[in-house]
């Protein structure tokens, strides 16, 4: 897995305050983890938006924090501004590297489904992410799941076809369907309108035929 070292600065600044730090450019964070007091930090916006982009939510992060040895962590949660989507507030947790971690893994796909392209068939997912189980050094960026299998209308991929790798244990049930191929829309004919015909006015005995006004 990919190692990112990040730099961040204690944060004295609590509470509704930390407003005048975002119109500073900069974001608020707290450290914590199992066994460890919450620590508050601040990192400038620019840089914690070019790390969410390079780590995601699942690489491991060596944090810089002034005076201190650096601490291994991973981006637990982001909270966003919801009209500019900006960051708000970030969440760093501190791992053990002997201690088995639990996170939110996206499922990336590859390879085409040569039932997409040979019966017309529509390559359908069901799930962009999965949590894994496994020792933070051993966990991936992301599943890939591998559609150039996929032969047949209606054939799918499910978490208990996987191979995640050595060590990596997928909490999901493995019944979990993550890709499927459907069928193709099929146009239906459409029907010619049907057709109507006229009748002729009926004339009773002795009546005189109605003609039609004259333009």
């Not at 964070?29 to 938006?49: C, F, M, N, R």
């Not at 493995?174 to 459907?182: C, R, S």
């Amino acid at each position: 897995m990919e190692r990112i070292e990040v730099s961040a600065s204690p944060r004295k600044i609590l509470g509704k305050k930390v407003r005048f730090l975002r119109r500073q450019g900069i974001t608020p964070a707290t450290v914590y983890g199992h066994g460890i007091d919450s620590t508050p930090v601040e990192i400038p916006t620019g840089v914690l938006k070019r790390l969410l982009a390079r780590a995601g939510m699942t690489n491991l992060i060596n944090l810089m924090i002034d005076g201190e040895a650096p601490r291994m962590v991973v981006v637990r949660a982001v909270q966003k501004d919801p009209l500019t989507g900006e960051p708000l507030h970030a969440d760093f947790y501190q791992v053990r590297m002997e201690e088995k971690l639990r996170l939110s893994v996206p499922v990336t796909l590859s390879g085409q489904a040569p039932a997409v392209k040979e019966l017309g068939g529509i390559l359908y997912q069901s799930v962009d992410s999965l949590e894994v189980e496994c020792l933070p050094g051993n966990m991936p960026h992301s599943i890939e799941v591998d559609v150039s299998g996929l032969t047949e209308i209606d054939q799918a991929i499910h978490v208990r076809d996987l191979r995640p790798g050595q060590g990596i244990v997928i909490v999901d049930s493995p019944d979990q369907m993550i890709v499927q191929i459907g069928r193709g829309a099929e146009e239906e004919p459409v029907a010619p309108p049907p057709e109507v015909k006229l009748e002729e006015p009926r004339v009773k005995p002795g009546e005189a035929p109605v003609k039609p006004p004259e333009a």
